[in-house]
């Protein structure tokens, strides 16, 4: 038990996200729920407060605002620059004497050699970025009530519900990984009632269309980021259907009006192959989800994602019993833990790493970065890249000790590829053979000596010993 709860809380993504969606506020609502749900009574405010569904490749975070929805999306492979090298071939002339001065215990004077003559002088690595927002603005549902929104960890599907006069309105929404496209189906209990308008849109670099087809268009491209050329070319794609009613297209916005009910899938594809090569048409690629789902209906699409899900997520239960606590909303359970009674906390929490987990990484996606798949800015904190020197590795702690073994597949992965890149680094910077890693990557697998970092007199960007901890 100590074990499991040393792995539960010390997991990055844990902390990172768990915390975020666990401790909106909300007031008390005695309601019978799962015991795996993570439930409120208000709408997510800012993004740290909305919750995450994802696919290993697509995330999303859902804020459940009845007036203006937000669905905010990314992408795994949606990050700034391209393939580029960054190594700084000045360090082999200076090699042999930072070790001289390290044996004299000179370290101070070592440092001060590292900084001018290891660090690069080009980048330093490319933040993965937002691929923007899915909108959804219904004018007339100001004044609702009875509202709820939940994250149910057994289907992997967040809910919103609430009514408007007497009409009651539900959302839900999910990321199938068989499909490979976010699914959201928005209905009303009355017929005719829902009218909304959709758009998209991003911090920048993106245009936005739409088509008589009811479908809204954001093609993207990255950023340019420390004199590195953005060049990865995204296209989203957000295609509506209606049953009732009618879609109306006005220039970037989808008018919905007097539907009665409405499925909305989201895919999104980019030019990226790997981390040398960025050959794939990303309009076919996006254009090709949604057209191998022709033949599909939504509860078809639903249940192979749940199929798909729980092959995972039931391989393993995790019971330390109910109290009374346990049908209080989830901020309120937090804030009593400390002293009251709530193991079923404990058991949630623990399940919602290994949904994290499931969610953020699948064989053949890029591995879970510093925030999982969620990010909702062009330059997050740390750029939202891969810290190997310890914060890699965290995210993929839990994965055997909690039966989820094939998900360190993309981590495994990238330690394939940044092998390759390393030998290159340890010709260049250190004049030897085998390959090196210091403490920081990104999708373009740099392996140089990275930033001006202190840690005390040791430089922690020169850490030359990351490729045999990761």
Same mark, same amino acid.
């Given at each position: 038990?100590?074990?499991?709860?040393?792995?539960?809380?010390?997991?990055?993504?844990?902390?990172?996200?768990?915390?975020?969606?666990?401790?909106?506020?909300?007031?008390?609502?005695?309601?019978?729920?799962?015991?795996?749900?993570?439930? /409120?009574?208000?709408?997510?405010?800012?993004?740290?407060?909305?919750?995450?569904?994802?696919?290993?490749? #697509?995330?999303?975070?859902?804020?459940?605002?009845?007036?203006?929805?937000?669905?905010?999306?990314?992408?795994?492979?949606? =990050?700034?620059?391209?393939?580029?090298?960054?190594?700084?071939?000045?360090?082999?002339?200076?090699?042999?004497?930072?070790?001289?001065?390290?044996?004299?215990?000179?370290?101070?004077?070592?440092?001060?050699?590292?900084?001018?003559?290891?660090?690069?002088?080009?980048?330093?690595?490319?933040?993965?970025?937002?691929?923007?927002?899915? @909108?959804?603005?219904?004018? $007339?549902?100001?004044?609702?009530?009875?509202?709820?929104?939940?994250?149910?960890?057994?289907?992997?599907?967040?809910?919103?519900?609430?009514?408007?006069?007497?009409?009651?309105?539900?959302?839900?929404?999910?990321?199938?990984?068989?499909?490979?496209?976010?699914?959201?189906?928005?209905?009303?209990?009355?017929?005719?009632?829902?009218?909304?308008?959709?758009?998209?849109?991003?911090?920048?670099?993106?245009?936005?269309?739409?088509?008589?087809?009811?479908? #809204?268009?954001?093609?993207?491209?990255?950023?340019?980021?420390?004199?590195?050329?953005? @060049?990865?070319?995204?296209?989203?794609?957000?295609?509506?259907?209606?049953?009732?009613?009618?879609?109306?297209?006005?220039?970037?916005?989808?008018?919905?009006?007097?539907? $009665?009910?409405?499925?909305?899938?989201?895919?999104?594809?980019?030019?990226?192959?790997?981390?040398?090569?960025?050959?794939?048409?990303?309009?076919?690629?996006?254009?090709?989800?949604?057209?191998?789902?022709?033949?599909?209906?939504?509860?078809?699409?639903?249940?192979?994602?749940?199929? +798909?899900?729980?092959?995972?997520?039931?391989?393993?239960?995790?019971?330390?019993?109910?109290?009374?606590?346990?049908?209080?909303?989830? +901020?309120?359970?937090?804030?009593?833990?400390?002293?009251? +009674? +709530?193991?079923?906390?404990?058991?949630? /929490?623990?399940?919602?790493?290994?949904?994290?987990?499931?969610?953020?990484?699948?064989?053949?996606?890029?591995?879970?970065?510093?925030?999982?798949? =969620?990010?909702?800015?062009?330059?997050?904190?740390?750029?939202?890249?891969?810290?190997?020197?310890?914060?890699?590795?965290?995210?993929?702690?839990?994965?055997?000790?909690?039966?989820?073994?094939?998900?360190?597949?993309?981590?495994?992965?990238?330690?394939?590829?940044?092998?390759?890149?390393?030998?290159?680094?340890?010709?260049?910077?250190?004049?030897?053979?085998?390959?090196?890693?210091?403490?920081?990557?990104?999708?373009?697998?740099?392996?140089?000596?990275?930033?001006?970092?202190?840690?005390?007199?040791?430089?922690?960007?020169?850490?030359?010993?990351?490729?045999?901890?990761?």
């Amino acid at each position: 038990m100590k074990m499991l709860m040393n792995i539960i809380f010390r997991y990055r993504i844990f902390v990172l996200i768990g915390v975020f969606c666990l401790l909106s506020t909300f007031q008390v609502q005695s309601q019978e729920k799962s015991a795996l749900t993570l439930w /409120y009574d208000k709408p997510a405010e800012k993004w740290v407060e909305a919750l995450p569904i994802g696919n290993g490749r #697509l995330g999303a975070m859902v804020y459940g605002n009845p007036v203006e929805e937000v669905i905010q999306l990314n992408e795994n492979t949606v =990050w700034a620059g391209q393939p580029n090298r960054n190594d700084n071939p000045e360090a082999k002339k200076y090699l042999s004497k930072v070790q001289e001065l390290l044996f004299e215990g000179k370290s101070g004077e070592a440092q001060e050699l590292v900084n001018q003559h290891f660090i690069s002088k080009t980048s330093h690595g490319m933040p993965y970025q937002t691929a923007g927002n899915l @909108k959804l603005s219904f004018p $007339d549902h100001q004044n609702y009530s009875d509202y709820y929104r939940e994250l149910n960890l057994e289907n992997a599907v967040t809910t919103t519900r609430y009514k408007v006069g007497e009409v009651g309105y539900e959302t839900q929404v999910f990321a199938s990984h068989p499909d490979q496209v976010i699914v959201v189906q928005i209905k009303a209990d009355k017929l005719g009632s829902l009218n909304f308008t959709a758009t998209m849109d991003r911090p920048e670099g993106a245009i936005i269309s739409t088509t008589d087809n009811g479908e #809204l268009k954001l093609h993207g491209k990255t950023s340019d980021f420390e004199g590195v050329e953005g @060049k990865i070319k995204f296209l989203a794609i957000t295609k509506i259907k209606n049953e009732g009613g009618e879609i109306i297209a006005e220039n970037d916005v989808l008018k919905i009006q007097n539907a $009665d009910n409405v499925t909305i899938y989201i895919s999104i594809a980019s030019n990226f192959k790997n981390y040398k090569d960025l050959s794939i048409d990303e309009i076919e690629k996006a254009a090709g989800y949604l057209s191998a789902l022709k033949n599909k209906d939504q509860e078809k699409i639903y249940q192979t994602h749940l199929e +798909d899900y729980q092959s995972y997520f039931n391989r393993v239960s995790f019971d330390l019993g109910q109290t009374a606590a346990a049908k209080l909303p989830t +901020d309120e359970r937090i804030k009593n833990f400390k002293t009251g +009674d +709530d193991p079923a906390l404990v058991s949630l /929490y623990f399940q919602f790493g290994r949904y994290l987990l499931i969610t953020s990484s699948r064989q053949g996606t890029q591995p879970a970065n510093l925030q999982g798949i =969620w990010n909702d800015q062009l330059t997050p904190a740390w750029d939202s890249k891969y810290t190997v020197n310890i914060n890699a590795e965290m995210n993929y702690w839990p994965a055997e000790i909690t039966n989820l073994a094939e998900f360190h597949e993309p981590l495994i992965q990238m330690v394939k590829e940044l092998s390759e890149a390393g030998r290159e680094t340890a010709r260049e910077m250190y004049d030897a053979e085998g390959w090196v890693m210091h403490h920081n990557t990104d999708i373009w697998r740099m392996t140089k000596c990275n930033r001006r970092l202190l840690l005390g007199n040791v430089a922690y960007g020169w850490s030359v010993a990351v490729s045999a901890l990761i």
